[in-house]
């Protein structure tokens, strides 16, 4: 199957030196600050752009990336200028007057609300600067009706617009870096570049027969069920637990877990996997034969791994996630065989609620080949889409000529 997927596009974008302030504010988990970290990184790195941060929780930046300084005011990182957001301190105060004149692009980042004294301050600095409502990732179909539509704001300046990403052409695209395929499909395709990655996890490398699961979900009430089911299997299944709420969860009915974060329970390891860094977290995504994965970041991180994976879907008030769910699996699934399409909608909706997952695991089993086929045409379809950070930078230079031509 490998061998039928396109390669990965080169990039192509001129380096656009674009000058780009993001504000991220971590609502919940780490979705935010995930998106907003990767996607700056990638402006700076395959864009040229200069890239000031501003984020309000450090403590949760660290989690994903431990070379953060909990207590710095500013600090730099991967060529990202990282400035640590706090209401009491206006945020243009933490820019120089000359470093503000060159702002072209404000990124409003996943519903967070920009100052209006630093707008403000931005549209006097410079009033040709575009300010972007980069939104939260959804397949549903409105969305390509809203992408790109200009979003009027009394009493500010500067000029908005609204940005999607999403699965589709017509929408703002996905984050996906020039070489995450590569990387993932060059790990599974070398055994040393593979031993050496587990040692970079600083895990053992599995038994060749081993088949490794990752777990990164909300909470799973009846995945008991499954983990014995595993225990009781003809070969080997190791099962790595991100930290969080569900690994409390499976330490409080394991006491081994509890004592050394490991369970030896006949053919199944049960292991915890404190958080690593957002780049290793790529790395066992790419190691793992199936991953459970959540929210808007890792989802969109196993699908470039390219092994069959799981989503629990950020829940949301009156079950908005469900019709989410149901817009991304429709688009996932609509040129697969029906009865493929249909079971593997069910396993989705199953894991999502926790209800008997158990009872769908032998013919996962069964069908591995066929989801992992499934799996690799869906991105073999995005790898032919531009990526969100090159769509980003185009529409960003692309009006700011317009203004320029036309103010
Ligand atoms: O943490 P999340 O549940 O974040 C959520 C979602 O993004 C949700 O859509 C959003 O509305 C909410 O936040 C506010 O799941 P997500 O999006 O997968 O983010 C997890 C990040 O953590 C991702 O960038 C990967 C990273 N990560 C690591 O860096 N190391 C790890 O060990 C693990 C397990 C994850």
Same mark, same amino acid.
């Given at each position: 199957?490998?061998e ?52 309000d ?12 300084a ?22 243009q105060?933490?820019?120089? *007057?000359?470093?503000? +004149?060159?702002?072209? %692009?404000?990124?409003? /980042?996943?519903? @967070?609300? #920009?100052?209006?004294? $630093? ?22 179909d ?26 589709t ?8 870096e ?16 593979? *031993?050496?990655?587990? +040692?970079?996890?600083? %895990?053992?490398?599995? /038994?060749?027969? @081993?088949? #490794?699961?990752?777990v $990164? ?8 069920s499954?983990?014995e ?5 003809s ?5 790595l637990?991100?930290?969080g709420?569900?690994?409390?969860y499976?330490?409080?009915?394991y006491p081994?877990?509890?004592q ?39 989802v969109?991180?196993?699908?470039? /791994?390219?092994?069959?994976?799981i ?50 695991w ?27 950070a ?9 009006r700011l000529?317009m ?5």
């Open positions: 199957m490998s039928s997927v396109a390669a990965v596009p080169a990039l192509t974008a001129p380096v656009s030196g674009l000058s780009v302030v993001m504000f991220c504010s971590v609502i919940d988990n780490f979705g935010d600050i995930g998106i907003c970290w990767r996607l700056s990184r990638q402006l700076v790195a395959e864009h040229g752009c200069k890239v000031r941060l501003f984020v929780d450090l403590a949760s930046f660290v989690r994903i990336c431990p070379e953060v909990p207590t710095a005011i500013r600090q730099h990182i991967a060529g990202v200028d990282i400035l640590h957001w706090q209401t009491a301190v206006p945020a105060t933490l820019l120089e *007057a000359d470093e503000l +004149r060159t702002v072209q %692009l404000c990124i409003e /980042a996943l519903a @967070c609300t #920009v100052p209006a004294d $630093f707008l403000n301050a931005l549209a006097r600095a410079n009033p040709q600067a575009l300010w972007l409502n980069l939104e939260y990732l959804t397949a549903e409105w969305a390509s009706g809203c992408h790109g539509l200009p979003s009027p704001q009394a009493g500010i300046r500067l000029k908005k617009y609204f940005f999607f990403p999403g699965f052409a017509d929408v703002g695209g996905l984050l996906r020039s070489q995450v395929v590569a990387s993932a499909r060059h790990l599974q395709q070398h055994a040393a570049a593979r *031993a050496a990655a587990w +040692r970079q996890l600083g %895990l053992t490398l599995p /038994a060749p027969d @081993c088949r #490794v699961i990752s $990164f979900a909300y909470s799973q009430a009846g995945i008991q499954w983990l089911l595993l225990s009781a299997d070969r080997p299944n190791w099962v637990v991100a930290e709420a569900l690994a409390q499976l330490r409080a009915g081994d877990l509890q050394q974060g490991l369970l030896q329970w006949g053919s199944l390891t049960l292991q915890i996997l404190p958080f690593v860094p957002q780049p290793d977290y790529d790395v066992l995504l790419a190691l793992c034969d199936l991953n459970f994965v959540r929210g808007e970041d890792s969109i991180r196993a699908h470039w /791994a390219g092994r069959p994976f989503w629990q879907i950020y829940r949301q008030a009156e079950q908005a996630h469900l019709e989410k769910l149901d817009a991304f699996l429709t688009l996932m699934l609509a040129d697969e065989p029906p009865a493929l399409a249909a079971w593997w909608r069910q396993v989705h909706l199953v894991w999502e609620q926790e209800q008997n997952f158990a009872a769908f032998p013919q996962l089993v069964d069908n591995f080949y066929e989801i992992q086929g499934l799996m690799l045409r869906w991105q073999h379809k995005l790898l032919a889409q531009q990526d969100l090159s769509n980003l930078v185009r529409f960003a230079q692309n000529i203004s320029r031509n036309f103010s």
